[in-house]
């Protein structure tokens, strides 16, 4: 069962932004802390931002901090992280990402290349 669906990623160049979406379905989106991870080639998977639905608080990793915003659509219930003056080190597939029937999963991911 496919619970979220990245979209958005492609080529672009430094400084450039891109919108990504992770479209979700199978449980109530409403209550759902919602996360986006990274993994470039060669690297582990790494956080980069999470959204949490009790509050509305949102937090980053340092090297995203000022560049990227993570927003909720519920009634689509879609996750978007907004990436703003984007450079080669943010090139990675980014996944987007929840807990759901106490597990952490994970869509297939979408590819992100930053090249000049």
């Known amino acids: 069962q496919d619970h979220f669906v990245e979209s958005g990623g492609t080529l672009v160049h430094p400084g450039d932004s891109l919108k990504l979406s992770c479209a979700t379905s199978g449980f109530n989106f409403r209550y759902k802390d919602m996360s986006w991870y990274r993994q470039a080639p060669g690297k582990e998977r790494e956080w980069v931002a999470s959204?949490?639905?009790?509050?509305?608080?949102?937090d980053y990793a340092d090297s995203v901090k000022g560049r990227f915003t993570i927003s909720r659509n519920v009634g689509k219930a879609t996750s978007y992280l907004q990436m703003n003056d984007l450079k080669p080190e943010d090139t990675a597939v980014y996944y987007c990402s929840a807990v759901v029937n106490w597990k952490r999963q994970w869509g297939q991911g979408t590819q992100v290349t930053v090249s000049p």
């Open positions: 959204h949490s639905y009790r509050d509305g608080t949102r």
